[in-house]
């Protein structure tokens, strides 16, 4: 029967030193045979006579598909063989993989029973021990234990699994995720004494208040010999998070009843602890309980060591409490997933996921949709991760047909979701346990919940799929309309959003907004990201070029698949960070303003944590001019209690000085003390204020003086305009530019075809979010509009300054489109004032973005900019980007998103920056409106084309876009149409910069030349 995980020891020392004389890996190489089907299959491989010298080897554990063995398959919803009949599998598309290696066990063990455990086998095998069958296990996300005494021989010993890829628990397996087989989990042998501990439970509660623990352990003892144990004890003790022993008076000894053979027998120990330290996600302290086996002349032997940690779970008044105090789940989902190794995810990785998950705020994971590696459990119980742990169940591509309420499946269901709870039920850290996923409804769920309540009382119980069967009331992807109405309603249970901010590629818009209505109303108990990782595996082209494949990618034509929407993770399959991270730890982070008194100059800091005391970290406050630091400082004894809030004066009222100037406020929170998942320092959190500041910011330049400096050249095909430094020319007859000179260099490219300066962009490189918009922007043609020159011609501006007013028409394929027109507006010292009016006309769906293009030379590879930063970010995903002034290069700028797309935004922009390597190009300067742009050596078109990173050609030029607005990122691959606010609408737009000559050589600094304000009135909207 199915039991906690655990490791015998024959003492405590062994038990504090992790390494069991017990236990032995059957991990590492074994021997492999692969076939498409079963009757192909070496049906007499078993034999220990049978000859696999010519096999190769296989790594255990691991997937054969990740070995050169079959198809990787990912399919999100449907089975990716031909239903028939379920239960029944059809053979003649079933692979079978045929494992076999030799082992040996201590001479010790021969004399006592001996295990063989399975962590994890996708699908179902059979074993065989020297020849002799010992039994069969389905269910792959379980472990599969065997007593294997009978069939063991002295020395050498042969070993052989035979694998399934499909069988009728394959209908209860259809999880979106890559389908992937073999032994894929650890395998180990263990052996114990005759009278062993065969099972445990350990219940660390708060009594009193929450001020007291009760400590409850459940033992169960098997009688494994051949005869009669007489008398049988067990001792428990116990060390605190420290390691130090903890006395118990009197000392915790039991004493079990005679067992006859084959006997089990349970018996409970208890005690109470004063003032106990609790186990939260912001407090993982964790107690450690050994449990000492002694035989009747009071030797020990068999010692299991078990940690515990003291919390309760409930759930009051529609809120969901730990320890008493309303808690926010603040999550992800997680699939195990290595880009080169499938399903088996090894430790150092987990690691790293743990690591990350702190890291960015991340306090809640769901094991979608199985029970995870248990390793995954123990790391979550140390570093402090809420787990939702859900059952092995799916069966979305017949949901209506089973299990339902059919009786043929409620066992197989009841027995999934028991052997989940039996294996976890001793973690701290599993909060909640979970039905299944995506399942359909039916007396089936009903009964598993009755199963899960009575098994384990301690905790709720959550199903998206029937809330009926649920504890509370879980959604996936709603709208938030939807979750204010149900709050603002009656209801009986707290609102759970399993599945969000669906992360395909450059995604999760407006997290902030969620969370706004989250932490408005206390129902609202959390919500987790779909989800972790991108599920992409690693390929090397014919060049040699590494990528990520997904879906589609492998087997022939015709081969199941759903492409790409296995790409959705928030950081990438080498578990490098997206910007999407960013902006979750920012909406996550449990540090909040409370609000702005300038005048006062004061700041309201509220603590939304649970358990910490903002006086756990170090404070740091900055205030910036103009994007660059004026003052900083600490601020010392900060004393802000779990959920109350402070008035905090900094002292930043005199240091105001300059008019007209713009001043951020900005406040770093930065642990003191390191963790077992970051160092001491780590930024937990950040607030950022803008100051008001008079309306006047700009600066009157000398160096502006005289509009009779400035020359034209006129001829029938050009216009050229030039200075002391500086020349501009447009051709007429395509109402491009095509040489903007400064001090001697060329800015625009003069690479044949990329000559589009300045000409008006309403799409972009669709994103996976823009699944549903992209339809419409083909249909009607904004990817490729026919572009005609209405009128070029010169134009003074009301202030005498020459300029070139240009009028073009962009057409759709359905006479629909836009009227653009840009007048440049050109001084002396080669600063450019471009405004810009466009004007749509005909029928036109909501566009990407409205803006401009132009391509740089190679030389302008340094970007330095004034606005958000230091990641990507867009209007609906900017919360995570502080106000600054940041640098890099263009390069650096590109978000390598595993199928290709728009990045690489910058928002709130008040200048941009483009230099060589001598500090000398081009900035671009708002004015009047904050701009988006981005810098790329990719252009729209090599972006959407390509299917895979590894089909993008790096170009040398760079190409800018300066947008007036562009459209959010949203939700849309699956989930909610993205927000009005963040639509662009097809309506009469205007926006203006300025292009102005830098030379870091010449002693140009970027807050001088920025701050120049230009003699230009702007032409209105016509």
Not at 92 to 98: A, F, K, L, Q, R
């Amino acid at each position: 029967p199915a039991h906690s995980t655990y490791t015998p020891y024959a003492s405590i020392n062994e038990a504090n030193s992790g390494e069991s004389s017990l236990s032995r890996s059957l991990n590492g190489k074994w021997k492999f045979n692969w076939v498409k089907k079963p009757d192909l299959r070496p049906k007499e491989f078993y034999k220990p006579q049978y000859d696999v010298s010519l096999w190769k080897e296989i790594d255990v554990p691991g997937n054969w598909q990740m070995q050169g063995y079959g198809i990787p398959i990912y399919v999100n919803l449907g089975y990716p063989f031909e239903i028939n009949n379920p239960p029944y599998i059809p053979h003649d598309n079933n692979p079978v993989g045929s494992y076999r290696r030799t082992f040996t066990v201590p001479e010790a063990w021969l004399n006592q029973p001996v295990f063989v455990h399975f962590a994890g086998v996708k699908s179902a095998f059979y074993l065989w021990i020297n020849g002799k069958k010992v039994g069969y296990s389905q269910g792959s996300m379980t472990p599969a234990e065997f007593d294997i005494t009978p069939y063991l021989n002295p020395g050498e010993n042969v070993i052989a699994v035979e694998v399934y890829r499909w069988s009728d628990g394959s209908y209860m397996e259809d999880q979106d995720m890559w389908r992937l087989s073999g032994i894929f989990r650890d395998v180990s042998l263990f052996s114990v004494p005759q009278v062993h501990i065969r099972d445990f439970w350990i219940k660390s509660s708060l009594v009193n208040d929450y001020r007291e623990g009760d400590l409850k352990v459940d033992i169960q003892f098997r009688n494994r010999g051949k005869k009669r144990s007489d008398l049988n004890r067990v001792r428990i003790t116990m060390t605190d998070p420290q390691g130090q022993p903890i006395p118990f008076n009197p000392p915790l000894l039991a004493i079990s009843n005679p067992l006859n053979t084959g006997e089990e027998q349970t018996v409970q120990l208890s005690t109470h602890l004063e003032n106990p330290v609790w186990w939260t996600a912001e407090t993982p302290n964790l107690y450690t309980v050994f449990m000492e086996l002694l035989d009747e002349k009071g030797t020990v032997r068999e010692v299991i060591a078990s940690r515990t940690g003291f919390r309760n779970i409930e759930i009051k008044d529609n809120r969901l409490l730990v320890n008493g105090v309303a808690v926010r789940l603040k999550g992800v989902n997680r699939h195990e997933h290595h880009p080169q190794t499938g399903r088996y995810i090894p430790h150092e990785t987990m690691i790293r996921d743990a690591e990350l998950m702190k890291q960015f705020n991340i306090n809640t994971v769901r094991t979608s949709h199985y029970p995870n590696d248990p390793y995954w459990y123990e790391l979550c119980d140390a570093y402090g991760i809420y787990v939702i742990d859900e059952t092995n169940l799916e069966s979305h591509g017949a949901s209506g047909v089973l299990p339902a309420s059919a009786p043929e499946w409620r066992d197989a269901s009841i027995d999934r979701i028991n052997s989940m709870i039996q294996r976890d039920k001793n973690h701290p850290s599993v909060i909640m346990w979970s039905l299944g996923n995506e399942s359909g409804t039916g007396d089936t769920f009903l009964a598993m919940q009755a199963h899960a309540h009575q098994t384990d009382p301690s905790r709720p119980v959550h199903y998206e799929g029937y809330n009926d069967a649920a504890d509370v009331y879980s959604r996936m992807y709603p709208e938030i309309s939807r979750m204010i109405k149900y709050a603002e309603d009656p209801h009986d249970k707290p609102y759970f959003i399993c599945e969000y901010a669906h992360a395909m590629g450059n995604a999760c818009g407006n997290l902030q907004e969620y969370w706004d209505v989250i932490e408005k109303y206390p129902c609202m108990i959390g919500a987790c990201v779909w989800d972790w990782v991108d599920q992409g595996i690693l390929s090397v082209d014919s060049v040699g070029t590494k990528y990520f494949s997904y879906g589609g990618d492998f087997g022939p034509q015709g081969t199941p698949s759903n492409g790409n929407f296995c790409i959705n993770g928030l950081i990438f399959p080498d578990r490098t960070i997206s910007p999407k991270m960013w902006e979750l730890k920012k909406v996550y982070q449990s540090v909040k303003s409370g609000g702005l008194d300038a005048e006062k100059g004061t700041v309201v800091i509220r603590n939304n944590f649970g358990f910490t005391n903002l006086s756990d970290f170090n404070v740091e406050w900055e205030l910036i001019e103009n994007g660059y630091p004026l003052k900083n400082g600490n601020l010392a004894g900060l004393d802000i209690a779990p959920g109350t809030e402070k008035k905090i004066q900094i002292p930043f009222l005199n240091l105001i000085k300059t008019s007209g100037a713009e001043y951020f406020l900005t406040v770093r929170f930065r642990l003191k003390k390191g963790t077992v998942w970051t160092q001491a320092g780590h930024e937990i959190a950040w607030l950022q204020w803008e100051l008001p500041v008079s309306e006047t910011r700009l600066q009157e330049s000398d160096a502006i003086a005289n509009p009779a400096a400035v020359k034209i050249d006129q001829t029938a095909d050009q216009i050229l305009i030039s200075g002391e430094n500086f020349s501009f020319a447009l051709d007429k007859a395509t109402a491009n530019p095509e040489s903007y000179n400064l001090y001697g260099n060329e800015i625009l490219s003069k690479v044949a075809g990329q000559n589009r300066a300045f000409q008006l962009q309403v799409y972009r490189a669709p994103l996976d979010n823009d699944i549903r918009i992209k339809e419409e922007w083909q249909k009607a043609g904004l990817q490729d509009m026919k572009r005609v020159v209405k009128s070029v011609r010169l134009e003074n501006d009301r202030s005498g300054w020459p300029g070139i007013r240009s009028e073009c028409e962009y057409i759709n394929a359905n006479a629909s489109g836009f009227t653009h027109i840009a007048i440049y507006t050109i001084l002396d010292n080669g600063m450019i004032h471009v405004d810009n009016q466009v004007q749509p006309f005909g029928p036109l769906p909501t566009l990407a973005r409205i803006g401009v293009q132009l391509v740089l030379n190679p030389a302008f590879e340094q970007i330095q900019w004034y606005g958000r930063g230091p990641h990507e970010n867009y209007p609906d995903r900017k919360t995570g980007a502080a106000v600054g002034v940041y640098s890099g290069t263009v390069s650096g700028q590109y978000t390598p998103y595993i199928k290709p797309q728009e990045n690489g935004a910058k928002q709130d922009l008040r200048w941009l920056l483009l230099a060589n390597k001598n500090g000398d190009g081009m900035m671009i300067t708002s004015a009047g409106n904050e701009l988006s742009m981005s810098a790329l050596h990719y252009s729209l078109e090599d972006l959407e084309k390509a299917s895979h990173t590894n089909k993008l050609t790096t170009r040398r030029e760079v190409f800018v876009s300066i947008d007036g607005i562009q459209r959010g990122v949203g939700n849309a691959s699956c989930g909610p149409e993205i927000l009005d606010t963040y639509l662009v609408r097809a309506e009469p737009f205007i926006f203006s910069y300025s292009l102005r000559p830098f030379s870091a050589s010449r002693g140009d600094q970027p807050q001088a030349v920025s701050n120049i304000k230009l003699p230009v009135i702007s032409a209105p909207l016509v």
